[in-house]
Structure formats: C-alpha cells, structure tokens
C-alpha cells in the first residue's frame, strides 16, 4: 500500500510541472470521515470473495482526488465485506495472467491511457467479455483517445467541462427507482463538483443513463463556456459489455465526494453491479428533457403558500401559465390547480392563488372544481374571484346552485356575480324574487338585475319601483336608468326613450329627473328640438339640462336655433348658453352673441365677450377693441384676451387697416393686440404710427409692438425715423433700436446699421442718441467709434459717451474709463468712469484674482469720495482671495469705511471658506468629497453598519465661525447617524470636549451649536449601533 | 367616516377623494349618482371596466370630474405639451414615457388591526388577506405596492406623464390598438408585488408608438419625451422641459395656431367649472384613458403577449382571456 502512494506521489511530480497539480497527503481525520461516511452494508451480497483492482496510472492530468477516491474504494471493501482492494498504477498489472485475478478494474481518474501494448489491449478486453467487470470514476472517460474500441465501451471521451469543481450544479436522476439510484432517495440534488461534457459514443444506444446535469437550474444552465449543443450532458451510467459490465460516475473531482455518503453507496452499488453481485436494469432510454416546470412541486408549494412568503413557486406558475400555448398544455394547468383547491391543507393565500390564476385561465369544466369553495362562506370570495370571468354554462348552473343555497353575505357576493356575468335565463326570476326582501339583499338584486338588462329584468324592476322607498327606489330608478342607457347604447333609442320619460317626472328625485332629461334629448329622434324644447320650458332645471346637452348635437343648426332663445332666458342662463356657445364655437352664432355685448346685464356681457374667442370673426375685432377701451378690471381683461385670441388672417389685416382710422384708446388697444398676435404685416404702418404719435400712451404702445413684429432688417428704416426727426419720444425709439437690433444673433450685425448710419448724422442729438444705443449694445466694433468720440468738443456728446461705456456689458473700456476718471475736467464724469471700471474690474478676465484686485486697489486711490471706495468694498468679495481680504482689511480702521469694509471681510472670508473645505472620514476617506459635492444622489458612506467612534471631519481651511452643520442622508433616508458628538479644534489634534451631541431622527439631522464656534477644525463623530444601516451623508452644508 | 354617510347628507356640491386605487370605482360612481361633482385622483380606476363605469355614471348624472392629474396646470408641461399639439416639431411618430423605477419591499408581518382602523371597510373590494402595518400604524402610502390595491409605479404615474404625453398627441379620447413587447419585472419576495422594472409599446391608429417604461430604461429618464418626424424632439418633466435645439423653446404660439385648454390653478379650475358647468383641464374620459394606456400594459405583461386593442369598444381583439382582465371579481357585498 505505501509503495503505491508513493509511486502516485513520483508519477505525479514527474507531471507537475505540466498540471501544476499537488497531491496533499491524506490526513488522518479525513480518512475518518471517509470511514464513518461509508456504507456499512453493501446493497447486494458477494456471491463469492471479490477482488477489485483500482488503478491510478495518470498519462495525462492527474487529479488530487484519486488517493482519495482509492481509499475511500478500499474502505468501503473492508467495511461491507463486498470485495478486498489491490491498487495500482502499473500497467504490467494488465497481463493477463496477473488480471484474471480480479473481478473488477476501477479507471480511478487515470487520464490518457493509451494501452500501446496489444496484447494488454487484447487482455482488457477479454477480461470484459469474459463477463469480469470494469468501473470508471471521473477522469476515466479521459482516455483511450486511439483506441476507439475501449472509447466506445466507456461510453465516449472526455470533452471540457463548463460546470468547474469551484461551482454547485443541479443534477437530475433520470430514474428514481432505480436501484442504483437508491442513494439519491430519488430526487435531484446539487453537487459541488466538476461535471464532464463527454463525447459519447453511442451512449443512449447502449447503456442506461442513470443521472445527468439539470439544466433547467439556472446557474447550471448558464455556466461559463456552456453550448448550444449542451443539452444532455450524462454523469453515470450502466451498460453491459459481451458478458461482462461497466460503470462509470463522473462525480470525484473534489476531495468531499469521498465523504459524502449518497456518493459511496453510488459508487459502491455501481462496482457490485460490474462485479456481477447486483444485477441491474441497463436498457438504454432515449434523453428525455426534464420539463421547464416540475408542476407537482409548484403545486405542492402553493399548497402551502402564505402571504409575505417567498413568491417564487407562484411566479414559476405563471411563467407555465404564459408558455402554456396550446389548449391542452393549459387544460394541464388547470387541472394542476384544481389540487391546490382539493387540498385538505392548502392555506388560504394557495387557495386564493389558484384562483386568481383559474380567473385567468380556468375553462368550463373548473365550475365543479371550484363548487366546493363556492359554497362555502369562507371561501366563496376567491371561488368567485375565478368564476366570475369564465364563460359558460356549466359556470351558470353551479352559480345558480349557490344562489338557492347560500344566505347572508356569500348570497350577495353570488348575486353580484351573476350579475356581472348577465345570465338572463332562470336567476332573473330568482333575482326579481329578493327585490322585495331583506336590504342588502334587496340592493344587490336590483343591481345584478340592471347589469342583467333584458326585458323580464327590467319589468321585474319597473314592477319593484312602485313600492320601494328611499335608498332602495333611488338604486332602482338608477338601474333602470342604466338600463335605459345600455339601450341607446344599443341603438335602440325608441325603446331607451319611452323609458326615460318614464323618469322624468317631477316626483322623482332631482337627480334621477336630470338624468332623465339628458337621456330624453340624446335617444330623441330630433335631440335640437328637444334641446329648444327644454329652452323654453319654464322651468330653469330643464333649461340648464338642455344647455348642457348643446355639445352632444352635431351640426351648427342646434346653435343657431338655441342661440335665437337667448334673449327669452333669465341672466343667469344667458351667461350659461353664452359659454356653452362659446364652447361650441360655430362661428354662425357670432352675430346673436355681438348683440349680447349690449345686453343690460353685465354678466352676460362678459360672457358675451368670453364666448366671441370662438364664435367671432373680423366683425368683432372694433367692438372689441371698444370694449376693452371703455372698460376696466376683469371685463377689460377679458376683452382683450378675446381680441388677442379671435382666429383667423382676416382678423389680423381688419386689426391693421383699423389703426390708421381709429383714434386714442381704441386705437391704442389696436396696437396692442399687433403685439399680442404678433402681426409682423402690421410693421409699416406702426412705423406711420410712430413717426407723429403725439400720444404718450400710444408712443409707448406702439414702440413695444414694433419691438415686438419688426425683424433687423427693419433697421435702416427706424434709424432713418430717428435721424430725420419724426419720431414722438427719442428714447423710446432708442429702445426700439436696441431692442430690434438684438434679434439679431450675431452681434457684430447687430451694431452694422448704426455704425453705417453714424458718419452721415449733423445734428449732435441724433449722434448722442446713436452713441447710447451703441453703448446698450456692447458690441467691441462700436469701441473706436466711441473712443472718438471721447475727445468730441461737445460736453453732452462727451458725457453721453462715458456714460454708453460705463455701461458697456464687457471690460473692453475698461482702461478708457480708468483714463477718464484720473485725468477728465468734470467732477462727474470722473465718477461715472470711476463706477464703470470698479465695475467692469470684476467681470471675469484672462487676469489673476491678485491683478483683479490690484485694479481695484488702484480704483481705491484715485476714489475722492467714500461712495466710491464702498463701491470698491463692495466689488472685492466676488474676486474673494487672500489680497482682496487685505485689501478689504486695510478699510476696517477708516471711519466712513468701517460697515462695509466689514462685511466685506466676512462674506470674502465665507467664500474663501467654502472653496478650501476638505473633508476626510474614518471609512471610506476617498468618497468623503461626495458629501460636499453639490450633488444629493451621491453620497459618502461607512460601507458598514453603524458603530461608535466613525467619524467625518472638515478642515475648513482656516478659522471660521460656524453656526450650525446639516447633514443630508434624503437619499438613504434611514442612515442618519443614531448618536452624535461634535468636537472643533484648531489645529485638528486637540479636540477637547464636545460642542454639540444628540442624536439623529430623520433622513435631514440639523445640528445648531449653542453658540457660534470660532475654528477651524470640525469632527463628527457617529456615537450609536446599528445592525443593518449605514452612516450616510448625501450633502453635508456648513451653517457660517 | 363612511362615505355612504357623508353622501347622505345630502347638502354637499362637490367632492374630493383622496382613496387607494382599488376604492376609486365604487366611491366615484356613487358620488356621481348622487348628483356631487368630483375632484377624483388618478389613477382614474383600478381596471378598465371601472374607470369606464365612472365615465358612464359621471356622463349619466351630468357631472363635473377633476382629475388629479395636476401636471396640466403647470405652466412648462402645457407649454411643452402646446407645442406638440400645434406641430412645432412636425408630425410625431415616437412617445418615450418614463415614470419611476422600483416600489416597495420588505416583508410586513401579520398584525392586529388597529382599533382605530376599520380593516374590512378599508380593504372593500379586494380579496381578503390578514392585516399587515403598511405604514408604521398606518394603511396609507405604500397599498400601491401590493396589486389588489394598486399597480406600482406604473399605474401610480400613468396619470402624469402618459396623461401629458396623450395631450399633446390630442389622444385624450381615444387609446392604443396594439400593445406589445411588454417584459415586467416582479418581485419573488416580500410582501409588495408590484412590477419594479417595467417596459410596453402602445400603438396607436395614426402610427404613433409610445414606449413606456421605468425610467432607467429610458434615454430621457422621467417624463414624456416627444419624437417628430425629423427627429426633432420635445421633453418634460417636473423639473423643466428641454428640446432637440434651443429654438423651438422660443416659439411663441399665436391666435391661430392650434391651442390647448389652458388652467394655471388645478384645483381652482374644479372649482370654477363646478360653478360654470364648463368641462374641466383632465375630465373623466382624459383621465380613462390616461391610465388606460398603462393598464394595458399592466395586462400585457401578465399576459405576456402581444395584444390588439379596440379602442372605440374598449375590448382586445381575438383574445378572450385577455378580455378577463379588464375588471376584477369584488368581495362580498361590493359590486360596481
């Protein structure tokens, strides 16, 4: 025995260094647990002393297993008695004279045998033949590569394995009685082992396949390198060879398999049967796949379902359910669920499941099976649940059953039902019988026999309604009413009709009358007439129900008809036609509705006006126009939101040609509406409009329309008005150029017109008005012509210039205004530059914040007034530095200074503060930035449930003072710290005592210092536990 | 307080639910027949056929509905949803609608009812099952993650972004006649058993397919995202609505373009149609047909098959146990 260890243990080096495979030396308490694993009695007994013979030689791989698969083989021997064990890996031990000895070779993971020896070829396969056995564990298939004669005996050549020793995989038994299966109890299991993808050689031919992978399992069926092809994939089988056996397992691959106990007595049940101890079934089956669904255990497992369980059985229900195409294949279903139903133990929740499934997919014949339930108070819901949906008459009749049957609360549930389904056959009778009885029953009758319809249900109705009272009648005429719709509906308007009148008395509730009514006029045969009717009809609940019923008739004849009943109509219901006209919109209503304008009553005045939007036309653009006039508040808003919205071309051209004819307000309401509709046509003659306006009011209106249609190119023509003199008020027109001119994208365009117009303008006015539009413009090509103008002689040319470059949107002037405001004679000028290039200092440049704010620092010498100075002090935290803090500092001690150089420090400081924050923590330290990052959906985490001492800190670059700290986990809403402790320090060492404590309580944990902390240091520390939850902070916002 | 109660009164104009889905039917359709105007919430119903019972009931007693569908009255989704409608961006051929990912979880064990809580009445209409605490000592809130009550994010959103997307389509009275590629993702555990991933195709008559989905399936995330016959695109959502370039967001629509019904106060616009009679910004049929849209993929889902609608008859075409699926079975004594 040794000998042979240590023979493996050469042979195995000698390969090492191809496989990298190190056999570890069996321990002893390994050889123990394969000992106490081990079958203690072998499932047949030896008809005489047997000898198995196990050999190890590896040519190829060597596997780890195999000391251990030979000694659990030669323990198994001993301890049952079934045979004695010699081990081997010498192939001298094939010849003949020393084999015959044996009864049984076991290939034990030997890998690329050749038997280049024919004799020893020979001698095998005698030894086969002859009726002696042969036993393949794992690697045995991994041989005989050019000896195809043994190939095929082994059932076929080894081809990779996908399932790897690292993964569990499921395997199925293909025959759970068979004998050699007995370990397995019949049922698949799962193994973690490596499984061989074989290359069989007419397997399914010649020997019984006795288990094989379940590829149905998922992660068996997904394996890495897995193929198309890989469907049956066999692990052990049985074959008879001329008078001899073979058996073969590939499990034994990994050292547990040796004590595993379901696999010994596999292993040991597979030798007897080669040793010829234990005769077994070999005839080969075809592969049969094992189906998607194993049904019978889905439904034992919704046998014993319960809500808040697992749903995954029931989900694999109704995956079966949706891959179910054939009637057949969901009739297997079906009957599946009837078990669920049949059930002594089936939980309610299974109960109810498979009838929500049955509701869905259940035929006829599931009538009797869901009987039992039906009629049964407990479970009459869910039988119901599935009953209610399936057709048939088998349904009916065993609803029909439970109708006379039931009482109390599962009757109703019935009536409702039969209901739902409209049987009109024997329940109506039945049904019509309850009216008169006990309430609820009573409700729920009338209502299945409305949803029942036909004429006995609704005689039997009709009938009831005399002498019920209250709730009762109400349901009553309301079913009736339901029926009567259901006929329209139909097309059966005469029918619908007479019933409908037959609500619409006066001693019926006030809601059933309306009902009534509205019905009357839609299944009417001349539903405008019944409309007018209702019109006329003294009686305002008639008269309403027919306005309302105005949109439901085609055809503009309903409206011009109704429309000739305004006048007759009390205010109130004017006001309501009126909308309803307006909603409608035939525009041949327009004209009643003008006369509406003048009606005495203001509220249909208005609504007069509101309705014109959609029946008006260019006819009602003036009164409009007059209206909106004249009027004032909401009647005023109104008008006009008409005018601006009236439809059409015409409209517009009359709103155009009106504004040269009318006068004052009108006119000027004309104007508007150009701008409202945006009616670029209108241009010219709001040009003429602006050129003699002499109204204040229309100048302003008529500059905003133009702003609003002209396009640039319109440009030479406004500029021309400008220059020429014709325009009522120069600065409107200024901003009319500005305006116009910036629609223009490029900007350079925008400045072309005027700067073309500028070397022909004389008179100085026009030149300073150009010189401002210029200014609004900003564009850098209009720089040298105001730099020009600068040195103009003209003092108001001059200071117009400074102003427009004061004012200039870009630091293009920014040094001309420096110039200006040191060296120009007027005390004013120097200022108006001076404020331009404080402001102009801060606009964002190629500059550093330092030479940014030595500007300033210059703007703050030349400044003669304080004014100026605090406008510097004002400037400096947006360029927030160090040098705009000591410029800013330099201030605090000067008297007039004092307020602002102030809060300039401290707002500089704040800035300065927020950009050097640096956060860290005790976990996690390189996702800390994510709480200061603006963003709520990232966040810092400890990765690890909560425990005292985590902590997050912030250096806030320099000492600050802070008032509070928020900590946002909004996004993980339950990873607010249990416990907290604040400590701040100023060189981030020595903390001292905390400044704040508490605890958190929600998703937001906002922490006020009692007082406000001058430091610069900052650490939170997490003080509570928590089995599950994360500390978290998605944001985290210091308070200063 | 029971709402047979409050309607007995007797001297209310008007009424504002605020149910769990699976109640929305029974209450609506009462409401309605006691002559109440409504201010429901979507979305509309729990099923098809409910929703259209409340139509039928609030069309009976001349009614006027507010749906709570309030993103109509916000100024971006109207503008966004105008634009579409007045052809800005051409002809429209895709619909991309994105509503929240995810729903509960969690397993909720079996409790005592609350003394507070009347179990029975709350559960109505759905199937019964033991009480378990929602919501801490609550019911509220998370019933839309179990399907007896509700659908999920699905149906829970349907009335916002499929409602926006149907606007602007000019779909507000009409719906889908083709519902495919419809995959739901369930949950196998916990209490909650809503779809937490979802993805359906709605086709409509004209052509238009509207793809809606959670949103972490859609290239625009939540909202609608409307697709023109150039590849022009208009998209919206509760934070603003973007578009394929910058100038289309500058139109600005005039008197003869085609508008829409305009409300900036939803619940003002209930109250002043209560008092006009005029239709509100979501009627009842909007509203149907809003959730309609999605509960058709809810079916196509549990079905999982293809489906062909009749948008007019309100029926799938050749398939009659796809038809089982546009009502539910009520408990004992409900019926609608």
Known sequence: MENCFKLITAAVISLMILNTATFAEITPEEIAKITSAAPSKAPAKPKTARKLLVFNLCEGFAHSSIPYVAKALEIMGEKTGAYTTVISDKMEVFRPEYLRQFDAVCFNSTTRLSFKDPALRKSLMDFIKGGKGIVGIHGATDNFYTWPEAAEMMGGTFDGHPWGGGGTWAVQIEDPTHPLMASFKGKGFKVNDEIYRTKTINLRDNARVLMGLDLTDQTTGSANGIKPSDVDIAISWVKNYGKGRMFYCSLGHNHHLTWTPSVLEHYLAGIQFAMGDFPVDVTPLPFKAKPKYDITALVDDIIHYDYGQSRKSLMAMNEAIRDAKTAQDRLGLEKALWKVLSADNATMAGKMFACRKLREIGTEQSAVPLAGLLLDPKTSDMARYALESIEGKAVDTVLIMALKQLDGDAKIGVINTIGRRGDQGEPVMVLAGLVNGQKEMADAAVTALGKIGGPVALSALLKAKDSAKGDLKNAILDTCLICADDMAKKGHNKQANRLYQLFASTDNPINIRKAALRGMIMSSEDSQAEIIKGLRADDEVLQLIAISMLNTVDGSQVAIAAANELQRLSPPMKVKLLSALGERGDQAVGLVVMEALKDADKAVQVAAIMALVNVGGPNTVIPLAKRAATSSGDEQKVARNTLYRLKGKAVDDVITESIMSTQGDVKAELIKSVNNRNISDAVLVLLIVASDATDNNISREVHSAIQKVANPEMLPALISLLIQGKVSSRSDMEKTIVAVSKKENDSDRQVAPILAALPKVDNQNDKVSLLMVLGKLGNNNALPVLRAALKDSDPITKTSVIRALAGWPNAGPMEDLFLVAKNDSSANNQIVALRGYIKMATYPSERSSAESVEKLSQAMALANRSEEKRAVLAALPSLASKEALALAEKSLSVTSLQSEAKLAVEKIKKIIAGSKIKVSASLNNNNANLAIDGKMETRWDTGTPMKPGMWFQVDLGFANTVNSMTLDAKGSAMDYPQGYKVYASNDGENWGDPIAAGKGESAVLKIDFKQPVNSRFFKIEQTGSSDDKYWSIHEMTIGF | ?336
């Not at chain 2, 990912?101 to 009445?121: A, F, I, K, Q, W």
């Not at chain 2, 993805?199 to 238009?208: D, E, I, L, S």
């Open chain 2, 1 to 336: 307080m029971d709402y047979r109660d409050l309607i007995a009164r007797g001297d209310m104009d008007a009424v504002m639910h605020a149910l769990p889905d699976h109640w929305h039917g029974i209450v609506s359709v009462a409401c309605a027949r006691a002559g109440l105007d409504i201010h429901g919430q979507k979305p509309l119903a729990r099923t098809i056929k409910g929703g259209r019972a409340i139509c039928d009931a609030v069309k009976r007693y001349g009614r006027i509905w507010q749906t709570g569908s309030w993103q109509r009255s916000v100024g971006h989704f109207h503008y966004a949803a105008e634009l579409v409608h007045a052809g800005v961006i051409g002809k429209i051929k895709y619909v991309e609608v994105g509503l929240p990912d995810g729903g509960g979880s969690g397993v909720l064990p079996v409790t005592p009812v609350p003394e507070r809580l009347n179990y029975n009445m709350w559960l109505g209409p759905a199937p019964w099952r033991d009480h378990v605490a929602l919501n801490g000592d609550t019911v509220h809130w998370n019933w839309r993650w179990v399907m007896d009550y509700s659908g999920g994010q699905l149906t829970d959103w349907a009335g916002h972004h499929i409602d926006i997307a149907h606007w602007g389509l000019g779909f507000d009275k009409t719906g889908p006649v083709a519902v495919t590629e419809a995959k739901g993702v369930y949950p196998t555990e916990g209490t909650y058993d809503v779809p937490t991933a979802y993805r359906f195709k709605n086709t409509y008559a004209n052509g238009v397919e509207m793809v809606v989905a959670n949103a972490s399936q859609q290239p625009h995330g939540m909202g609608a995202c409307w697709y023109g016959e150039n590849g022009q695109w208009i998209h919206v959502n509760r934070g603003g609505h973007s578009a394929s370039s910058p100038d289309i967001l500058k139109t600005r629509l005039g008197p003869n373009d085609k508008r829409l019904y305009k409300s900036t106060d939803h619940h003002q616009n209930f109250l002043d149609c209560v008092k006009t009679r005029k239709e509100t910004i979501t009627p009842v049929e909007t509203a149907h047909r809003s959730i309609s849209a999605g509960l058709l993929g809810e079916i196509a889902m549990q079905t999982g098959r293809d489906l062909k609608w009749d948008p007019v008859n309100e029926t799938f075409i050749g398939d009659p146990e796809a038809n089982r699926y546009l009502s539910r079975p009520m408990r004992t004594p409900w019926a609608l």
